[in-house]
Every structure is written in structure tokens, then in C-alpha cells.
């Protein structure tokens, strides 16, 4: 097609998979119907961030009494059980 | 002391120099070389504690030995002789033989059982009556404590009486030591106490899974049905049991352990009223 504007020769790319005209002598653009659309929603999933990763599934934590403690906030890459009573490890060692 | 310590070690045999390796309440454990001595606490009888040494001896894997198959009078105290194993270091509670002597527990529920009434729930009770009610927390301790039913505990087999790390050595393989509270009972004494520790926040939850996990994998029978089920009450038992002691001791732990207290007046003292 030519370029309604320059009436030079347009030329038609592919960019993530919507089609563009572009024209070869003023550079200008031609989107057809509904490419506008398509480019306005590829940019929003560009600047989107990623998705938080899921937490892991809480049916992990052992179960408990009613009385039990509240379980520990989920450390990512360490232990599920947490170490917040380090100090008080003697009692696993005497009666 | 002295000389309960220098008789204990010349029962031993050995010409080592006595090490004091441990006093527990009024119990005395003394090391001379390969060898061990305990003094048992006073009152305690000679005739069952003979009959929890002949049990221990005949648990091969599961139980350390006695050397000699009595105790020994010494003054006021009975003595026992014992051969010396390796205690679990308690520098790293996760490299600890959690698997091990949770395997340990199944095999001694396994057996069967004839002798001495375990005295385990006896521990809890002389907890709560050494307990100042007016020290500072021991009120909360004792509605803890009044929540519990009845501790005769349905369930019988061999149990150990008074489970923790501290009553393992190893000595070629890992065994469980301490024949004080040895005898027939329900063998959830034995994992409550893990339990209890737990459920009030100090024991890990992956250390407590590798425990149950292991025990109930081999084929611990003290758990049927519910593992919380069963372990509810003496694991409420030895969360006041704990909690008393801390108290008495002054030790960092009672804070938490009065706090668990606390969460079960306010779960249980509700449902008791009505």
C-alpha cells in the first residue's frame, strides 16, 4: 500500500504479532483496526511486575492442638519451623 | 558429697580419676574410666529398681545394660553401675538422633510388658506440688493444670518413663539410658514431652515432624488414630510440668511455657464450665 500522507511505498512488519505499516519515505505509521488495542495491552503486560511467587502451602505445618502456638512467618529457603527459642534447646535435653 | 562420690567410684572397679559428670535434684552420676555411676534419689526402692534393671538388660538395641545387676547400698543412697556411652550433643539440636530414638520408643513400646508401674505421670504431680502458688506465674500454671482430666491414660505397654534427648548414648549404636521411670504405662508419656515442646513454640515444627514422622514409621503403636488425640492431655501434662519447674528454677524457658499455659486455660477452662 502507499502512505496516505507521502504516497511513498508503506511496508509491513510483524512486531509481537501485530501487523504495522510502515511508511518508507516519511516513516510514519498506518495501524489497521484494533492494532492500537493490541500494542496499548502488550505494554501494560510489559510493565506489570511479575507475579508473587505462591506461598507454600500451610497445610505443611505440622498440626497442633487448639492451645499450640501460632506458627512461625514463613522464612523463604530456611527452615518452616522457626528458632526463635534457640536459647531454650536445654529443655530437649533434660526433664 | 565427697564420700557418696568416692564410694560410688570404688564400686566402678576402675582406678580412673571420678569425674562428677551430673547433679539432678538429689541424683548423682559419677564417670571413673568406661564406667558410670549413678546414686538414685533418695527414697527410691530397691526391689522395682532391680526389676527395671533386669528390663533394661534384656533390651538388647533398645536399652544400655547395667554392669551390675543390682543396686548397691551406699550410707542412704542405692547405686548403680552402668558402662559409659556418648550423650547427644546439645550444641545442634537438627544433627540430633531424633529418627533414632524415636525408632528406639517403638521398638520398648513393642515389648512385651510385665513389671513396675511407669511413674511418669508421678513427675508431673511432684512438679505441680513443688510449685509456690504465689510465685509470679504459678497461678496461670495451676488453671493449667486443673484443666486436665484424671493422668491414668488408656494404653498400656513398656515405656521409659521420662523421654528427652538427654536419656540417649551412644555407645556403638545409639540406647536409651535411665531406668528410673521404666515400667508399664501408656506410651504416650514417652512422646509428650516432644510434643508438648512444640505446641508451646520451642521445639521446631520440622524437629517435631522428624520425631512422629519416624516413630510412627516404625510402627509405633502408642499413636493409633489422631497422633493429638492421644497426645492432648500429657502433652497439657508436661507443658505444666515444665512450666513449674521453670518457675522453680528461674530459667529463661518460663516465659514461654507459662504463656502455653495460658493458651490452655483459655481453650480448656471454658469447655470445663460448661
Given at each position: 500500500m502507499q502512505c496516505p500522507k507521502c504516497h511513498a511505498n508503506m511496508r509491513t512488519f510483524d512486531r509481537m504479532g501485530v501487523h504495522i505499516e510502515q511508511c518508507d519515505g516519511c516513516r510514519g505509521v498506518f495501524l489497521d483496526y484494533g492494532e492500537l488495542e493490541s500494542i496499548t495491552r502488550l505494554e501494560a503486560q510489559m510493565q506489570a511486575p511479575p507475579p508473587a511467587p505462591a506461598p507454600p502451602p500451610a497445610a505443611h505445618y505440622p498440626a497442633q492442638p487448639?492451645?499450640?502456638?501460632?506458627?512461625?512467618?514463613?522464612?523463604?529457603?530456611?527452615?518452616?519451623?522457626?528458632?526463635?527459642?534457640?536459647?531454650?534447646?536445654?529443655?530437649?535435653?533434660?526433664? | 558429697m565427697s564420700d557418696l562420690v568416692a564410694a560410688m567410684a570404688a564400686?566402678?572397679?576402675s582406678d580412673a580419676e571420678p569425674e562428677v559428670l551430673g547433679t539432678h535434684d538429689d541424683v548423682v552420676v559419677v564417670r571413673v574410666?568406661?564406667?558410670?555411676?549413678?546414686?538414685?534419689?533418695?527414697?527410691?526402692?530397691?526391689?522395682?529398681?532391680?526389676?527395671?534393671?533386669?528390663?533394661a538388660g534384656s533390651l538388647p538395641g533398645v536399652m544400655l545394660p547395667p554392669i551390675a545387676p543390682s543396686p548397691v547400698?551406699?550410707?542412704?543412697?542405692?547405686?548403680?553401675?552402668?558402662?559409659?556411652?556418648?550423650?547427644?550433643?546439645?550444641?545442634?539440636?537438627?544433627?540430633?538422633?531424633?529418627?533414632?530414638?524415636?525408632?528406639?520408643?517403638a521398638r520398648l513400646h513393642?515389648?512385651?510388658?510385665?513389671?513396675?508401674?511407669?511413674?511418669?505421670?508421678?513427675?508431673?504431680?511432684?512438679?505441680?506440688?513443688?510449685?509456690?502458688p504465689d510465685a509470679p506465674g504459678a497461678d496461670v500454671v495451676l488453671r493449667a493444670f486443673a484443666t486436665l482430666p484424671p493422668l491414668d491414660l488408656p494404653g498400656r505397654a513398656l515405656i521409659h518413663g521420662d523421654y528427652h534427648l538427654?536419656?540417649?548414648?551412644?555407645?556403638?549404636?545409639?540406647?536409651?539410658?535411665?531406668?528410673?521411670?521404666?515400667?508399664?504405662?501408656?506410651?504416650?508419656?514417652?512422646?509428650?514431652r516432644p510434643a508438648a515442646l512444640f505446641?508451646?513454640?520451642?521445639?521446631?515444627g520440622d524437629l517435631w515432624t522428624r520425631f512422629l514422622d519416624a516413630y510412627l514409621s516404625a510402627g509405633g503403636t502408642g499413636l493409633p488414630g489422631e497422633p493429638w488425640a492421644v497426645l492432648d492431655v500429657p502433652a497439657r501434662a508436661f507443658v505444666v510440668q515444665m512450666a513449674a519447674r521453670a518457675i522453680v528454677m528461674r530459667t529463661e524457658a518460663q516465659d514461654a511455657l507459662v504463656e502455653a499455659c495460658d493458651r490452655i486455660v483459655s481453650t480448656h477452662e471454658h469447655m470445663a464450665h460448661g
Open positions: 487448639a492451645w499450640g502456638a501460632a506458627p512461625p512467618p514463613v522464612v523463604y529457603g530456611g527452615h518452616y519451623g522457626h528458632r526463635k527459642h534457640r536459647g531454650l534447646g536445654g529443655l530437649f535435653f533434660s526433664s | 564400686l566402678t572397679g574410666g568406661d564406667v558410670v555411676a549413678k546414686a538414685h534419689a533418695l527414697g527410691t526402692d530397691a526391689g522395682p529398681l532391680t526389676e527395671r534393671m533386669r528390663i547400698r551406699v550410707g542412704d543412697r542405692l547405686v548403680t553401675v552402668w558402662p559409659h556411652g556418648t550423650p547427644v550433643s546439645q550444641a545442634d539440636p537438627d544433627a540430633a538422633p531424633w529418627e533414632e530414638s524415636a525408632a528406639l520408643l513393642a515389648t512385651p510388658c510385665d513389671g513396675p508401674v511407669s511413674t511418669a505421670p508421678d513427675r508431673i504431680l511432684r512438679a505441680v506440688h513443688e510449685l509456690p538427654g536419656q540417649l548414648v551412644h555407645r556403638g549404636e545409639w540406647l536409651l539410658i535411665d531406668v528410673d521411670d521404666l515400667g508399664v504405662g501408656a506410651p504416650a508419656w514417652d512422646l509428650a505446641a508451646a513454640g520451642i521445639l521446631p
